[in-house]
């Protein structure tokens, strides 16, 4: 199983980034996918999930309007776009696939930094 992502980097304030997260070793349309993020000194927090088949999607209330999480099951891969970035979005960014009763599998997370 891996889960694997990328997109991460350093932007100014105000700028955009476009997360990927590609999944193999499970079955990816079983899959709920979410990204998390922790910044240094704090828990991880859930920023995004999107349902298996892309119809149910919910964001925490700091990133809604901002970001979209969205799923490609051709692809097997989750991505989140990232737009008005603010320094508090900085964070180690982590995918998520879940089957609840089943499976839980974490990527190895990207760096998001913000700052000018």
């Known amino acids: 199983v891996q889960l694997v992502e990328s997109g991460g980097g350093l932007v100014q304030p105000g700028g955009s980034l476009r997360l990927s997260c590609a999944a193999s070793?499970?079955?990816?349309?079983?899959?709920?996918m979410s990204w998390y993020r922790q910044a240094p000194g704090k828990e991880r927090e859930l920023v995004a999930v999107?349902?298996?088949?892309?119809?149910?999607?919910n964001y925490s209330d700091s990133v809604k309007g901002r970001f979209t999480i969205s799923r490609d099951n051709a692809k097997n891969t989750v991505y989140m776009q990232m737009n008005s970035l603010k320094p508090e979005d900085t964070a180690v960014y982590y995918c998520?696939?879940?089957?609840?009763?089943?499976?839980?599998?974490w990527g190895q997370g990207t760096q998001v930094t913000v700052s000018s």
């Open positions: 998520q696939a879940r089957r609840m009763g089943y499976f839980e599998y």
């Open positions: 070793g499970f079955t990816f349309t079983s899959a709920t």
């Open positions: 999107i349902s298996s088949a892309g119809g149910s999607i």
